[in-house]
Each structure stands twice: as C-alpha cells, then as structure tokens.
C-alpha cells in the first residue's frame, strides 16, 4: 500500500513560485510512474504534470509548459513539482498521484492512476 502526502501549497502573489512535494510511506515509489493534478471548485480534476518511473519521460498540459517542471528523488521517495510565474488561473487543490505500473510514457487520465494524496491548495493572487 502507498500512502501520499503533498506539502508546499500557500498563498502566492501572480508570478511567484512555489515548490510542492509529494511524500510517500508504506512501499516505495521507485517502480511508479507519478503524476500531478489539480482541481477547482465544480470543474473536474485535470493533469498537471507527470513523470515515468525513471525520470526519463515527463509531460506536462500545455498551459504549463515553460513554467512547471517535475522531478523524483526515488531514494527519498520523494516527487517535486516545481511551479514558477504562477498566475491566478494556477490557482486550485493539487493532488498527487501515483501509478503502481511500471511505463516508459506518461498517462494523464486519473483512471491510470492508483494511489491519491489528499491535496493541497495553491492560491495565486492578482
């Protein structure tokens, strides 16, 4: 069983960073390709950011290119998106997201993946 806990969220002002984590407990997340998502208030939960089992593949949505990117310390089990020039429409709950399969590509659909944190929430002012 994983369990995953997302850290780092807050409030920022439009063009700040903010670098989450995602920690994981009970079986490592060597083997499992990772994944960000993000969700707002009566809209459903959408792709972020993902990386393979490696770190050799990563995918983001196109309206974060350029300004996100995701990296995984496997002997920390630990996965960190990093979210730079952030703008309100960033603003959301961001979850992690763990697929226990092991893949060369990275999926973006919540079905793929297994194991879910609990979120936590990104606030970008204006």
């Known amino acids: 069983q994983v369990q995953l806990v997302e850290s780092g969220g807050g409030l920022v002002q439009a063009g700040g960073s903010l670098r989450l984590s995602c920690a994981s407990s009970?079986?490592?997340?060597?083997?499992?390709?990772m994944g960000w998502f993000r969700q707002v208030p009566g809209k459903e939960r959408e792709f972020v950011a993902g990386i393979n089992w490696i770190g050799g593949a990563r995918y983001y949505r196109s309206s974060v290119k350029g300004r996100f990117s995701i990296s995984r310390d496997n002997d920390k089990n630990m996965v960190y998106p990093q979210m730079n020039s952030l703008k309100p429409e960033d603003t959301a709950v961001y979850y992690c997201a763990a697929d226990r399969r092991i893949s060369t590509v990275v999926h973006t659909t919540q079905e793929n993946y297994d194991y879910w944190g609990q979120g936590t929430q990104v606030t970008v002012s204006s």
């Open positions: 009970g079986r490592s997340i060597g083997d499992y390709e």
